[in-house]
């Protein structure tokens, strides 16, 4: 996990600051990051997955996600967000589901 201390809250202070650092993290080939952007459910469920993933494969999935769109009923500590999926030249509308976790915005969810 990432040794992140008193950044944690810089790094994650918003849902869309989160998003970067979790899109930075794939493209870097960085798994220690891309998980610690994620809340403890989360990572239980993705880091299996994360390890046994090539740097390259991290890097293609970056490249499929597009940019956030709010949800319509933004929360204190739960906000979903809207995301375009790149799937060749299909794009299909996913969604990012984000926690407030001792005040950093956590990544709960990817659909």
Not at 57 to 82: C, I, S, W
Request: hydrophobic share 40%.
């Amino acid at each position: 996990m990432c040794s992140c201390g008193p950044l944690l809250g810089v790094l994650f202070a918003t849902p869309e600051k989160t998003w970067a650092v979790f899109l930075d993290a794939l493209r870097a080939g960085d798994r220690a990051a891309a998980v610690a952007s994620c809340t403890p459910r989360m990572r239980y469920r993705f880091e299996p997955g994360l390890r046994s993933m090539s740097t390259d494969k991290m890097k293609e999935m970056a490249a499929r996600f597009g940019d956030l769109h709010p949800g319509t009923q933004p929360g204190d500590v739960r906000r979903e967000y809207g995301v375009t999926l790149r799937a060749g030249s299909e794009r299909v509308d996913g969604e990012v589901i984000f926690m407030k976790t001792l005040g950093a915005w956590l990544i709960e969810g990817l659909m």
